[in-house]
């Protein structure tokens, strides 16, 4: 409970945090009151929290730690995905691995809750931040789209899916 009031004060008083972002690796200072999810909070690339925290996820789960977005590896035999992903971190993406950023409504388009019978089973992570609110709760298209069955997703370093 104490901790509770110290996260309400911190929120309330505006204390600064310091961070380096993940997307472009520079460090910023912020209030926890700016912090909001779509707020861009970093001086130099204008991230959101929303888009570092995708980020973090995609580093934890292909490498088992966090990695600025500057420092991925090349790893082409990895094959991505994105669904409109934003040119923030879509190019180094596509730099790094062997990754397509598609779009609903034009080219290279691509319906997650539809796709095309020779792209299932084809990719080894997949990147939506925004898409998935068209899905039904009875399908399961995007965990279709990946390589590995569900009880390898969890493989390590280089091997790893997120679901």
């Known amino acids: 409970m104490a901790q509770v009031h110290q996260r309400s004060s911190d929120l309330e008083s505006g204390r600064v945090v310091e961070f380096v972002c993940n997307i472009c690796g520079k460090a910023n200072r912020s209030t926890f009151l700016e912090l909001a999810r779509e ?21 934890l789960e292909l490498f088992g730690l966090e990695v600025c977005l500057p420092d991925f590896p090349r790893v082409k035999s990895l094959r991505g995905l994105g669904t409109s992903d934003t040119a923030l971190y879509a190019s ?4 790094r691995f062997n990754y397509t950023n ?5 080219a290279p388009r691509f319906d997650i809750m539809n796709p095309p019978q020779g792209e299932l089973g084809r990719y080894d992570f997949v990147v939506s931040s925004e898409v998935l609110e068209r899905s039904a709760p009875d ?6 789209c990946l390589r590995a069955p569900e009880t390898e997703r969890r493989a390590g370093p280089y091997g790893a899916i997120f679901h």
């Open 139 to 144: 399908r399961d298209s995007p965990r279709e």
């Open 92 to 95: 180094v993406l596509a730099d």
């Open 102 to 106: 598609t779009f609903y409504d034009f």
């Open 39 to 59: 707020n861009a909070t970093c001086s130099s690339c204008r991230s959101t929290v929303r888009t570092r925290s995708l980020l973090r996820v995609l580093s």
